[in-house]
């Protein structure tokens, strides 16, 4: 208790997040880690649908989803805006052209993520929605691959703003102008209805709706880096 009013709290925190959220996630805990040395994390990093697998198996302390879990008993909070853009190599002719249309979009090869990613989902939902369905040139398990891919030209990328941090500061990757993108989403921070949280998962919940917006705003870079500024290639 007296440790507790110290900010020494002790303890185990266990997360599960979506991929997309890796970009933030560990700065957050880094400074709640710092304040609380006490407290031991473990971290699950995957995609959407193994998160609510356990979000319904109530594996975890608290999980990270990129837009609120559906059909499920949970308490979410939104924590932060998770916008999604469309991707393209930084020398792509469409980046020339404003306000494309999807169905000129759906006639461009894509790189998609898994079945089971919220990525994909929300992706797929926005073009069905239209009636159009992308046409898959590669389906690849990981952002970090995908981005390389769409760097390799192999086609375009729908993608979670955060994983943009460090492509989009060096001016590899670009966000093209398409009708409805970026597609707004949000954050959502989720527990399974009824749930006892710890002491150490209560404040880090608080520690989450305090700052994760800065945090997912600056992506992974050390507190006080701007952002913004472009890096000079070696
Ligand atoms: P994913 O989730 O890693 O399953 O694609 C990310 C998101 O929904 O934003």
Same mark, same amino acid.
């Given at each position: 208790?007296?440790?507790?009013?110290?900010?020494?709290?002790?303890?185990?925190?266990? =997360?599960?997040?979506?991929?997309?959220?890796?970009?933030?996630?560990?700065?957050?805990?880094?400074?709640?880690?710092?304040?609380?040395?006490?407290?031991?994390?473990?971290?699950?990093?995957?995609?959407?649908?193994?998160?609510?697998?356990? =979000?319904?198996?109530?594996?975890?302390?608290?999980?990270?989803?990129?837009?609120?879990?559906?059909?499920?008993?949970?308490?979410?909070?939104?924590?932060?805006?998770?916008?999604?853009?469309?991707?393209?190599?930084?020398?792509?002719?469409?980046?020339?052209?404003?306000?494309?249309?999807?169905?000129?979009?759906?006639?461009?090869?894509?790189?998609?993520?898994?079945?089971?990613?919220?990525?994909?989902?929300?992706?797929?939902?926005?073009?069905?929605?239209?009636?159009?369905?992308?046409?898959?040139?590669?389906?690849?398990?990981?952002?970090?691959?995908?981005?390389?891919?769409?760097?390799?030209?192999?086609?375009?990328?729908?993608?979670?703003?955060?994983?943009?941090?460090?492509?989009?500061?060096?001016? =590899?990757?670009?966000?093209?102008?398409?009708?409805?993108?970026?597609?707004?989403?949000?954050?959502?921070?989720?527990?399974?209805?009824?749930?006892?949280?710890?002491?150490?998962?209560?404040?880090?919940?608080?520690?989450?709706?305090?700052?994760?917006?800065?945090?997912?705003?600056?992506?992974?870079?050390?507190?006080?880096?701007?952002?913004?500024?472009?890096?000079?290639?070696?």
């Amino acid at each position: 208790q007296l440790d507790d009013l110290r900010g020494l709290r002790q303890g185990r925190l266990k =997360l599960a997040i979506v991929s997309t959220a890796q970009y933030f996630m560990p700065r957050l805990l880094g400074e709640f880690c710092t304040a609380n040395p006490g407290v031991e994390v473990a971290l699950t990093v995957t995609n959407r649908q193994t998160v609510l697998a356990r =979000l319904t198996g109530n594996e975890d302390d608290l999980c990270v989803l990129g837009t609120p879990p559906e059909g499920l008993d949970v308490v979410a909070t939104a924590i932060a805006d998770n916008p999604l853009a469309i991707l393209a190599r930084h020398d792509h002719p469409l980046l020339q052209a404003d306000e494309i249309s999807p169905q000129r979009i759906a006639e461009e090869p894509f790189i998609l993520r898994e079945p089971g990613s919220g990525t994909r989902l929300a992706a797929e939902r926005f073009f069905a929605a239209r009636g159009l369905r992308l046409k898959m040139r590669m389906e690849l398990g990981s952002n970090e691959a995908i981005k390389q891919a769409v760097i390799g030209g192999l086609g375009l990328a729908i993608l979670s703003r955060d994983t943009l941090a460090l492509e989009g500061r060096f001016g =590899l990757l670009k966000p093209l102008n398409v009708k409805g993108f970026p597609l707004l989403r949000q954050w959502q921070v989720a527990y399974p209805r009824g749930k006892h949280l710890s002491v150490v998962a209560e404040a880090f919940l608080e520690h989450l709706v305090t700052h994760a917006r800065a945090a997912a705003l600056a992506g992974p870079l050390p507190p006080g880096a701007d952002s913004m500024a472009p890096l000079a290639l070696p």
